[in-house]
């Protein structure tokens, strides 16, 4: 899940809107540990005081609707990349997603992946109260996607392991690359998991409710 959320529209962001999502850049780097809450304030050029004003919980108040927020950017992604398809199979789903991270990794380079993940390996182990918000954070993303394999014929019995299995797998090929320096564990997910999801279709198609 890259953090390019692009609405297609232009409005204001506001100074507590803009600290949720340098707070989630941030973490996509250096990690929950990494980040501090005086480099927040910096990224999203905040007035000082403002951190205590918008998140009176600190910095885990601060972390915990980062994450959220990227859950939802990557749920709302799905559709989008859904409703670009000319036509739209789970494999070309797939294959979207993937794109999203090569092209993010060869605009940008390979210093920052997924703030879910660097969350998960940085706190999951140490924080119950995180781990939780990371698991809600990934149903915001899996939820839809699983929604969007349906509607594209998926069994309905599938489609939230399969959902899952494109996550995992798309999370990790981004670990590998950034690793690597090499898109090569992105585009192996693409060719090899492609086609099997493809084949996964095999009930009626559902309309989504807009």
């Known amino acids: ?14 100074v507590r809107e803009r600290m949720v ?34 998140f009176p919980g600190g910095k885990d108040q601060l972390v ?8 939802a950017v990557a749920g709302r992604r799905v559709f989008r990349f859904a409703d670009r398809l000319d036509e739209p199979t789970p494999g070309r789903l797939l294959v979207a997603m993937v794109e999203d991270w090569r092209t993010l990794f060869r605009a940008a380079g390979y210093a920052a992946g997924c703030p879910l993940v ?4 940085d706190v999951a182990a140490t924080s119950d109260e995180l781990r939780a918000v990371i698991s809600r954070a990934f149903d915001g993303w899996q939820d839809p996607l699983a929604s969007a394999l349906i509607e594209m ?12 299995l494109m996550i995992s797998a798309v ?3 981004v670990v590998l690359a950034r690793a690597r320096r090499d898109l090569a564990p992105l585009d192996a997910v693409a060719q090899e998991l492609a086609p099997m999801l493809d084949a996964a279709v095999g009930g009626p198609r559902r309309r989504r409710q807009r």
């Open 21 to 54: 999502r340098s707070a989630a850049d941030l973490i996509r780097t250096k990690g929950v540990s990494g980040t501090s809450l005086r480099e927040v304030v910096a990224h999203a050029d905040a007035p000082r005081g403002s951190l205590q004003h918008y």
């Open 153 to 164: 014929g998926v069994p309905a019995a599938r489609a939230t392991s399969l959902a899952m």
């Open 171 to 173: 999370e990790g090929a």
């Open 64 to 71: 915990t609707e980062a994450l959220l927020w990227m859950g």
């Open 1 to 14: 899940m890259s953090s390019k959320p692009g609405t297609g529209t232009t409005r204001t962001i506001s």
């Open 118 to 121: 660097a969350a998960a390996a």
